[in-house]
């Protein structure tokens, strides 16, 4: 089945869920939670950090994020915003994401990211399954 014949009721929905995964990352980094995070990925998943760095299947984004995040967020948080949903099939969706930083006064602060998730509905669960991470550095 190709994602043109994805009705429209069911289209909404699966954006939604998708919307809880992309809130999830928002929470797990927001309040510093390794395991959170990296629970929201696929075993085998693909992530490229904003800076670069590669990071194949779910222990190496583990260890990863057990470095950094912790203490990462104490003086900024991070917003998330799905921008634009194109399922690729019905199970299959590129998402592009929003990132914002801001100070614990909700000023803006730093680059904003551009995220680019690939999403993958594995057992009714959507799964971060290749993502790019892009820093916007304002020109």
Known sequence: MNAEHIDERTRETEIEAIRR???AVQHSQRNMLSEE??????HDAVWTTAHGRRLFGRDEISE?????LP???????ATYEV???L???PDVAAVKVRQRYLTP???????????????SKENGRWLLTACQNTEVRDT
């Open 87 to 89: 399922f690729i099939r």
């Open 71 to 77: 203490g990462a967020m104490t003086d900024v948080t």
């Open 83 to 85: 921008e634009h949903v």
């Open 37 to 42: 995070f990296v629970g929201l990925f696929r």
């Open 105 to 119: 006064g909700g000023e803006p602060v730093g680059n904003a990211g551009s995220p680019m998730y690939v999403m």
């Open 21 to 23: 995964v992309v809130a």
């Open 64 to 68: 990863f994020t057990h470095k950094v």
